[in-house]
């Protein structure tokens, strides 16, 4: 994890679908008021699971909105 500012990024890269959304799921409970964006990086080659679970499964209080990177390996998070 790598933070600057109000945005952090997390790097899912070699995790399981399991191991990735317990990992986002525990980071956005413990994350301060002040994180206001979570760029989740998942990959895209062999990333499809990761990017499908970020993008369509995974669910948080603290999300208010996904949206879709220019980076295909991306996906952001916005904080409420």
Do not use: C, W
Request: no cysteine; glycine share 8%; aromatic share 2%.
């Amino acid at each position: 994890m790598e933070r600057r500012g109000s945005v952090a990024e997390v790097n899912l890269h070699g995790l399981t679908e399991a191991e990735a959304k317990r990992q986002l799921e525990q980071f956005l409970s413990r994350a301060d008021a002040g994180l206001k964006e979570v760029v989740v990086i998942h990959g895209y080659n062999n990333g499809q699971v990761l990017r499908d679970m970020v993008r369509l499964r995974l669910k948080h209080p603290r999300i208010s909105a996904k949206l879709i990177s220019l980076n295909p390996g991306a996906t952001r998070l916005l904080l409420k």
